[in-house]
């Protein structure tokens, strides 16, 4: 008679194990590209503040919202640039059971929504910098990250297990 557990517990194992082994290759790929990535990031912002008509200077991966007399500076780092919340959900991601094409969809799934909820989250700072200030910035900032960011894995993960489970374990 099999042993059901044990075979589970080591599937388990092996899922957790390139779990951590992705997470690891992720910052390790992080910190071998430098700060171009988060540059590239901070231009993108840059040409997104100026369509909605923010006054900004960006030099580098730092953006300056300027408010009055005031100047309000966001450096785009990596904690800051999602890749926490989308290793978290990488790693989640691979402890589910699931065929390669459907881990592939949902992991870049995931990086879609994850990216443009982290696009969301600089925005509302910038926007609450330029009009409420520092502090505003900062609070700001607190409250938007694991709302979005967080919650963004939450849900990808909870739609991504109920489709596990909708499909009987295996896609």
Not at 34 to 51: F, K, N
Not at 74 to 94: E, K, M, N, P, Q
Not at 98 to 118: D, E, H, K, P, S
Not at 137 to 157: N, T
């Amino acid at each position: 008679m099999a042993r059901p557990m044990p075979r589970l517990l080591g599937r388990l194992a092996g899922r957790a194990a390139a779990a951590l082994a992705a997470a690891v290759l992720v910052w390790a790929a992080a910190g071998l590209a430098g700060d171009r990535p988060l540059e590239v990031e901070a231009a993108s912002l840059s040409a997104i503040l100026d369509l909605a008509g923010v006054s900004h200077v960006r030099v580098g991966r730092t953006i300056y919202i300027i408010r009055g007399g005031e100047v309000v500076g966001l450096r785009i780092d990596w904690h800051c640039s999602g890749l926490v919340s989308y290793t978290i959900f990488l790693a989640a991601s691979l402890l589910l059971p699931m065929r390669l094409w459907r881990r592939l969809y949902w992991l870049t799934a995931g990086f879609l929504v994850i990216y443009l909820a982290n696009i969301l989250r600089i925005l509302l700072v910038a926007a609450a910098a330029e009009k409420l200030g520092v502090e505003a910035a900062a609070s700001m900032h607190s409250i938007a990250g694991p709302l979005l960011l967080l919650g963004s894995v939450a849900l990808l993960l909870s739609l991504e297990a109920a489709e596990v489970i909708r499909r009987g374990g295996r896609l």
